[in-house]
T-cell receptor, first 114, second 113 residues
Framework: DSGVTQTPKHLITATGQRVTLRCSPR?????VYWYQQSLDQGLQFLIQ???????AKGNILERFSAQQFPDLHSELNLSSLELGDSALYFC?????????????FGNGTRLTVT | DQQVKQNSPSLSVQEGRISILNCDYT??????FLWYKKYPAEGPTFLIS?????DKNEDGRFTVFLNKSAKHLSLHIVPSQPGDSAVYFC????????????FGTGTRLTVIP
């Protein structure tokens, strides 16, 4: 058990809809990362938060947004969903510098857009 | 643009033999490298890492080798066990930069009993 909790595990929705994915980091971890894994693709970095502030952005679409709350949990909001957004979305957390504290991943949310 | 590449989607090895998983990267600024293992229906779990100031790091049955001039690293598993069957991801980071990991596409290792 990595200590990172993601909900829900599975999500099925229709095109054009909006969904929210939730992540609770490991106790004590200040950084939260979101990754997307599409079929046969590696994990694509979306966005990172550190102690409530956005720290880095990757290949995140404008239709997607995220935030980290004072209790350090994070939410990833996906709107105007398209078929191509179907993927596994992983949340990961760390204490800080990745060389001192590797990322710990949750078990992911599988999103299916129909 | 895929900055970290794993060109072998799959690898099959007999139990007890050596498994060698390869990874190439293009960004010379990467200075820290990690390997993650992923079982089905689970998130990736950290396996082993190496700093760019080293060329080898060993942890039990797992050894990672780094060749900076070739921008290549490899993970050796000796001896391979059926429980090692999983997808292995290589990842790299620029520690002074944005501090986010760039992942390869993964190699599925199957260890045959």
């Amino acid at each position: 058990d990595s200590g990172v909790t993601q909900t829900p595990k599975h999500l099925i929705t229709a095109t054009g809809q909006r969904v929210t994915l939730r992540c609770s980091p490991r106790s004590g971890d200040l950084s939260v990362y979101w990754y997307q894994q599409s079929l046969d693709q590696g994990l694509q970095f979306l966005i990172q938060y550190y102690n409530g502030e956005e720290r880095a952005k990757g290949n995140i679409l404008e239709r997607f947004s995220a935030q980290q709350f004072p209790d350090l949990h994070s939410e990833l909001n996906l709107s105007s969903l398209e078929l191509g957004d179907s993927a596994l979305y992983f949340c990961a957390s760390s204490v800080g510098q990745l060389s001192r504290s590797p990322l710990h991943f949750g078990n992911g949310t599988r999103l299916t857009v129909t | 643009d895929q900055q970290v590449k794993q060109n072998s989607p799959s690898l099959s090895v007999q139990e007890g033999r050596i498994s060698i998983l390869n990874c190439d990267y293009t960004n010379s600024m990467f200075d820290y490298f990690l390997w993650y293992k992923k079982y089905p229906a689970e998130g990736p779990t950290f396996l082993i890492s190496i700093s760019s100031i080293k060329d080898k790091n060993e942890d039990g049955r797992f050894t990672v080798f780094l060749n900076k001039s070739a921008k290549h690293l490899s993970l050796h598993i000796v001896p391979s066990q059926p429980g090692d069957s999983a997808v292995y991801f290589c990842a790299a980071v620029v520690q002074t930069g944005a501090n986010n990991l760039f992942f390869g596409t993964g190699t599925r290792l199957t260890v045959i009993p």
